[in-house]
């Protein structure tokens, strides 16, 4: 797109969004650890770091490059895995967003003591990526313990879709595609955060 990733980090943080999130997987998603830095660098907001996290080095490595959360994925990683990570990113300092995608990895997951839990409404293992909908966090957030801000993560392309999740239980939208494949990112970002306007 040609675009500066650092630039729309710099103004959605101007624009008011809380958190930024920002892929760091290369492979599948044409991120970088390095770009992550230089969006801590000039963003003074929470940044979390989306990748295939498997390891207590990337753990190491979100805190040195200035991640403040991570992105914890159940259904790559077996229970035992995802509630060491847990409590190791924890006790490094990194808030971990437990994604979800289905009713058992919810189940599971709400026998950790979270802050937040997201619910994917695409398969990553099946590297679904685009024309889904808000189905999967209708389904599945009335399954989250109370206590617990559940994030809705991906198909969030309008205020309609905001809305629904909203109406479905989510706290909250995390939205990457849609504002950044938009004409005007901090205008979409504003149309996103207020959907009733």
């Known amino acids: ?3 500066d990733p650092v630039a729309i980090a710099r103004s959605l943080a101007k624009a008011g ?3 930024i999130s920002v892929v760091t997987e290369s492979e599948h998603f044409g991120g970088s650890p390095e770009l992550l830095s230089q969006i801590a660098q000039a963003a003074s907001i929470p940044i ?3 990748d295939f996290i498997t390891t207590r080095e990337q753990l190491l490595e979100s805190v040195d490059i200035g991640a403040s959360g991570v992105l914890l994925i159940a259904s790559i990683l077996e229970k035992e895995q995802l509630f060491k990570l847990t ?4 006790v ?3 808030e971990p967003l437990v ?3 289905n009713e058992a990895e919810v189940i599971t997951v709400n026998e950790l003591k979270l802050t937040f839990l997201g619910i994917n409404n695409r398969n990553i293992v099946e590297w679904e990526m685009d024309d889904g909908n808000v189905n999967t966090t209708e389904k599945l957030a009335g399954l989250v313990r109370p206590g617990v801000l559940v994030l809705s993560e991906s198909s969030i392309a309008s205020p309609m879709d905001v809305l629904r999740a909203i109406e479905a239980g989510a706290h909250g939208v995390l939205v990457g595609t849609a504002i950044l494949r938009a004409q005007d990112p901090v205008e979409m970002y504003y149309r996103l955060s207020d959907p009733w306007r």
């Open 17 to 19: 969004a809380p958190v």
């Open 48 to 50: 979390l770091r989306k």
């Open 92 to 94: 490094l300092g990194l």
């Open 1 to 3: 797109m040609g675009r």
């Open 99 to 101: 994604e979800t995608h």
């Open 87 to 90: 409590e190791e990113a924890l």
